[in-house]
């Protein structure tokens, strides 16, 4: 039997834009990703390249042209009325911005509570409500008392902690972390994130943990997933993926991320050129008009999904993977 609690395969969503004619733009083209039980996924990639469309997606906010979406054995988008209000409850999200997604007019305790109003069922007696609120915000690390507060009273780190303990609010089975620290000063998305990873010890939950900054992705994923205008382009365990590798594009994110130790700083790969259009995206690999290792099949067909003969969970879609000593020696 799966472990994987998310099933995502060859899932594709593309927008009508304005005044471009008949061409949409492809947001996500063939997505696929697994997500199993109590792990952390790092999504990671270029502004643009359709994280948030695949958040936005899986938390049911878009629905997608084609492509299937299986959670613990359900196809979501197949739910209606009250199956799909209890289905909503398993997935949530923890914000970027701990500033703009609390109502400022709304006190901590009925922040917390909110979800509540849709789900009619959880908590419909006063003091279970409170008393549940109380627990959450213990379990954050906030203290009870922070209930009666509102969040112009608390730091940016506290309300990132009010918006968590809101996802947790419906008891959730995944929650998706978009940038959740991203806001925050380097002592406080450290607090954050060992709080992410005590509510997911203690809670089992699974973690979709979007985010630009590589160092923090390494600190949290189990698995990281690289995306690419659109397609997840390599996808396997975290150490093997920032170790060793095999897409030139994941070579050159790992070749910019910061390293305070000069004895691992390796020769910066810098690439050619700017991110093409999703309007008009290469044929062949997305990745090859800015690829030094490109040939002409690059642009003729859609590269494969090559493992890497170490990790067979380690896969890069490349005609030309880096699987050699070079891809090693990028080691962050």
Known sequence: ??????????????????NVGKKRLCALDGVNLDLERGETLGLVGESGC?????ARTLMMLERPD?????????????????DLLKFRRRVQMVFQDPYASLNSRMSAGDIIAEPWRSHKGMYANRNDRDMRVRGLLDLVGLGAKAADKYPQEFSGGQRQRIGIARALALDPDVIVCDEPV?????SVQAQVLNLLNDLQQQLQISYIFISHDLSVVRHVADRVAV?????IIENGPTDAVFERPNHPYTAALM??????????RKERILLKGEVPSPLDPPSGCRFRTRCWRATDVCASETPPAARDPHVDAHTALCHHPLLTEHAASLSV
């Open 50 to 54: 359709g994280k948030s469309t695949l």
């Open 227 to 231: 995306m690419y205008l659109g397609r």
């Open 66 to 82: 084609a492509g299937t979406v299986r959670f613990d054995g359900i196809d979501p988008f197949s739910l209606r009325g009250k």
């Open 182 to 186: 991203s806001a925050l000063d380097l």
């Open 1 to 18: 039997m799966s472990d994987n609690l998310l099933e995502v395969r060859d899932l594709r969503k593309s927008f009508r834009v304005p």
């Open 255 to 264: 070749s910019a991320a910061p390293k305070l130790d000069s004895a691992h």
